[in-house]
Each structure stands twice: as structure tokens, then as C-alpha cells.
């Protein structure tokens, strides 16, 4: 038995998936946290988050790396680990740190900062010739007005330290880019306590359909699991609303898209990694989007799963060990599966969600998630706003897809004036 320290967490979908990983390889690990109430909070009543189930659960300041090295150290005494990991992208380069700290096995924490800055990733893409949107890195204003005149519309603006699409604006010309500038800077402290860098990141428009690759690095070595397609809406924010594993694309798209994420891994400098790379795939050929160094969010480890046997979160732990994961696919029947989101079209109040009645027992069906009446509801600009999610499969082919829209269809949230 290993047993590791993770340090914060999402509280969703990987945040549930690795408790589980490790709880089926016969691992253990301490959770390290600085605020135990948002954990306590993100489980139903009556319940515990799988993540306090840890054998330890201890309390310090998570946002403060230089303070934690020598805390870990100390812990690292004390207990004995094995292997060092999170999942929430604000502390992935804290966790790379803290691995290097201890000696144990991990990325380059160089490399992870890099991958989890969206600015130090298009420099350093750019720097090997990895292609990418043209793009500027603005600290004020005036330089990200004179930036969006350079490259020309219509724009993206995106900060350089977020995480879930979150103020990710498509701009169309300047009164909309001063609106996305203004809302960005509103916005100076995300969602951990952790103060945000001061600058944005303005890059061209890309055309084309938007594919992410899911890889596992280990000992220089990058494995391919597959190629995961996304639809993406509420304009001008770029909100997912579904993805479908395998993508239905051709050969030679899927093999662009792959060679693509393997430059951008190499560019990066990052081994012993799962990641999740967003490609669009454009008319002049794939274009970086970003680089997120650990398995990918929004269920799609588990399409993965439900399609090829190979799982993705049980991995991430192996990496995290310095073992080589058992990447092998398995036969589960499954040709495709896909999943699908139910966005909020208003704010509100939730009063209920009708057309649900028996769909977790139809045909194809492998999850059905809802909100609950009662939840307070936001017209989301983001991935954090979702009233829900189905999961559908299909054992013939690439069907998944059109059978989760065909369910989503059918359903419908009433959302009602807060009272």
C-alpha cells in the first residue's frame, strides 16, 4: 500500500474519481486543505465528501508555497509518502514543488508552471515552433487596446490564471473588449483566495471544431489514450455543453491533433503528467488552445473509461507513484460514449426539471445527474454554472453523441423568479 499527499482538490467530478482510485489500488492518502468547509459544503446533507475520507485530514495554509515546503517536510516525517498530487489547477504547480521538495516522483515544476500560466504556455509554444493563434500579453489597458488593433478583430480575451472558461470572451470590437477588459479586473482574487496575476491575454479567433487529446507521459515516453471532440456555446463566453470520446474525425485529423499535443507536452518540458490538451482544429491546420497538466475535467475520464477500459484517474495516482499505468485498453462494448450538459438559460430559482422521469433507465443511458429544486440559478458565462448532465453510450458506433442530444432534448428546466 502507497500513501499519498494531496493537496486541495476539486470538489466535482476528479474530486470524487480519486478517492476512489486509491481506494481501489489499495492506496491511502492525507488531504491537506486550507479551507475544510468548502468541502463540507460541496456534499449533500447528510453526506461526506469522499475527500474527507482521507486517513489524515489536516488544515494549513495551502496558498502559501513557501510556507508549505517546509510543512510538507515536516508531515512528510511524520507519515511517509509515497507520492505527491491534486487535482485543482490552482495547486498543481504547489504539488509539483512540494514533490521536488521531498524527492518524490513529479514533473518539472518549472514545466507546470508553464503549462498552468496561459501566457508562459503560448511563449513557450511559440518559442519551439508549435502553432498557435497570434497573441499579446497586455498589463494595462491601453496596451490591450493597441494589442486588439494589431491583431485585429474579432478577438478572445482570456486571463492568464483561471480555470473552467471562467471570463474566456469572444470580442467583436472595442466597446466589447472594454466590457470583457472591465469585467476581468473585477475579478482580482479567484475562486481559492489566491490573488490573480494583473494581465490578460488577447489571441486571434480560431476556426474550426475544437478537439482535446488525453495523454499519460512517463519516463519521456507520451501515450496517446484518445481524441475527446467538444461543443461549445453561450456566446460571447465559451461554455461546454458536451464531448463525445472517440471524436468522429477522420485518420489523419486524429493523428494532427495527437502529433500536435505531443509537440506542446515536449515544448513544455512535461513528463510524468496526465494531461488534457485543447486543439481547434483549423483551416491552416491544429492550433494549440492551452496545455492543462492533469486528467481532464467535466466526466471525460469517464467516456474514457466506458469506452476503452482505461482509467484515466487511476493513472493520474500511478504517475504520481513513479509507476508506469496500466494503459491497455479493455473490451466494455462501447464504441462511443458522450455526455451532455444542461446550461442555464436565465438566473432564478430552480423549481424543477421536467422530462427526467425514467431516463436513467433508457436505452444507452450510463449517468443521469440533476440539480435538485430549490438551487439558485445563473445565466453562466462559464463551466461552473451546469443545472446537470446525461451520459449516453452506443456499442455500434458514433452514435453517442446524437443519443445524448436526443435526451437532452427532452428535457427542461423551469427556472422561476427568486421570491
Not at 485498453?329 to 425514467?358: K, M, Y
Request: hydrophobic share 45%.
Amino acid at each position: 500500500m502507497a500513501h499519498l499527499l494531496m493537496v486541495e482538490s476539486w470538489v466535482g467530478s476528479m474530486g470524487r474519481l480519486l478517492p476512489r482510485a486509491l481506494r481501489e489500488a489499495g492506496h491511502d492518502f492525507t488531504f491537506l486543505t486550507r479551507d475544510l468547509h468548502h468541502y463540507l459544503r460541496a456534499a449533500p446533507e447528510g453526506t461526506a465528501h469522499p475527500l474527507l475520507a482521507a486517513r489524515n485530514v489536516i488544515t494549513a495554509d495551502t496558498n502559501d508555497t513557501e510556507a508549505l515546503l517546509p510543512y510538507a517536510a515536516r508531515l512528510h516525517a511524520a507519515v511517509g509518502f509515497d507520492g505527491v498530487l491534486s487535482s485543482c489547477d490552482y495547486y498543481l504547480p504547489a504539488v509539483a514543488r512540494i514533490a521536488a521538495h521531498l524527492g518524490l516522483p513529479g514533473p518539472a515544476p518549472t514545466a507546470v508552471e508553464a503549462a498552468c500560466r496561459k501566457d508562459a504556455t503560448r511563449r513557450a509554444l511559440e518559442a519551439a515552433g508549435v502553432p498557435g493563434p497570434r497573441f499579446a500579453v497586455c498589463a494595462d489597458w491601453a496596451r490591450t487596446a493597441e494589442a486588439a488593433r494589431e491583431i485585429g478583430f474579432p478577438l478572445v480575451l482570456k486571463p492568464v490564471d483561471l480555470c473552467a472558461g471562467m471570463y474566456v470572451r469572444r470580442v467583436d470590437d472595442e466597446a466589447e473588449l472594454a466590457r470583457a477588459h472591465r469585467a476581468l479586473a473585477g475579478f482580482p482574487v479567484n475562486a481559492r483566495g489566491q490573488l490573480r496575476a494583473p494581465v490578460v491575454l488577447l489571441e486571434e479567433l480560431l476556426d474550426g471544431p475544437e478537439v482535446s487529446v488525453e495523454t499519460v507521459s512517463h519516463g519521456g515516453a507520451v501515450h496517446v489514450v484518445g481524441v475527446t471532440d467538444k461543443s461549445v456555446g453561450g456566446a460571447p463566453a465559451f461554455v461546454e455543453t458536451g464531448h463525445m470520446f472517440p471524436a468522429a474525425l477522420s485518420a489523419a485529423d486524429t493523428g494532427a491533433a495527437s502529433d500536435t499535443a505531443r509537440a506542446a507536452l515536449k515544448a513544455l518540458g512535461l513528463d510524468q503528467v496526465v494531461a488534457h490538451t485543447e486543439i481547434k482544429l483549423t483551416a491552416a491546420g491544429p492550433r494549440v488552445v492551452e496545455v492543462n497538466p492533469r486528467p481532464a475535467g467535466n466526466r471525460i475520464t469517464e467516456l474514457v473509461r466506458h469506452v476503452t477500459g482505461i482509467d484515466l484517474a487511476a493513472a493520474f495516482v500511478e504517475v504520481a507513484l513513479g509507476r508506469e499505468p496500466d494503459l491497455a485498453p479493455h473490451e466494455t462494448g462501447l464504441r462511443s460514449a458522450a455526455i451532455g450538459f444542461l446550461v442555464p438559460e436565465r438566473t432564478g430559482v430552480l423549481e424543477e426539471v421536467t422530462g427526467a422521469d425514467g431516463l436513467d433507465a433508457r436505452p444507452g443511458v450510463l449517468e443521469v445527474q440533476l440539480a435538485e429544486a430549490g438551487k439558485t440559478v445563473k445565466d453562466t458565462g462559464s463551466n461552473n454554472g451546469y443545472l446537470g448532465h446525461v451520459m449516453a453510450g452506443d456499442g455500434e458506433g458514433a452514435g453517442a453523441r446524437a443519443r445524448v442530444e436526443e435526451l437532452l432534448a427532452g428535457l427542461c428546466p423551469r427556472v422561476v423568479d427568486e421570491r
